[in-house]
């Protein structure tokens, strides 16, 4: 497995890089206020977009963790305690056909993304007194630093979270304004 990491993680990188665009593209249509088709497609498919974004975001985590042996931090659990329910409250959404759930999606999504800011700001501007103690798991371990650092097991929780809060924003506000 470990001759295979590099090119796992450079897939990964690749991923958030792809993933950042798209939040950068996905705010700037839905400023303008038009109707776009990428647009309708997140608003009328947020469901399984969400469940999909958020079962890639367990599964990167748990082979991190179970697979290749990277410990999480204690700020990497509790941004875990956020991202893990949304797939089962997403698969749950799907299944009944309940669009009502965004609103529990957001919650938890800007809850995780404020610990993966916080968890982002002490990992790459290496600030002491974070509360990975020392005879835990450290919060600035580099475990994974691809694209010359930027691109870093923080920075891909908080790609996730990102995306999956814009995507959930936008349908919103996308459907209430043209329905």
Request: with cysteine; proline share 3%; hydrophobic share 55%.
């Amino acid at each position: 497995m470990q001759s295979f990491l590099p090119i796992i993680n450079k897939v990964v990188a690749l991923s958030v890089a792809m993933s950042q665009v798209f939040v950068l593209l996905t705010i700037a249509l839905l400023l303008t206020k038009k109707k776009f088709k990428l647009l309708d497609f997140v608003s009328k498919y947020i469901l399984q977009i969400i469940f999909l974004i958020s079962l890639a975001g367990v599964v990167i985590s748990l082979f991190y963790s179970d697979v290749v042996g990277y410990a999480p931090c204690i700020l990497c659990w509790i941004q875990r305690i956020f991202m893990y329910p949304l797939v089962p409250l997403f698969a749950m959404a799907i299944w009944k056909k309940q669009r009502n759930i965004i609103d529990y999606g957001i919650l938890l999504t800007v809850l995780g993304l404020l610990v993966s800011i916080y968890h982002n700001i002490i990992y790459y501007f290496n600030i002491s007194g974070a509360p990975c103690g020392a005879s835990g798991i450290s919060c600035v371990q580099h475990f994974v630093a691809e694209f010359g650092g930027f691109v870093s097991i923080p920075m891909m929780s908080m790609t996730g979270f990102l995306l999956i809060l814009v995507c959930l924003v936008s349908a919103r506000v996308y459907q209430k304004r043209h329905q």
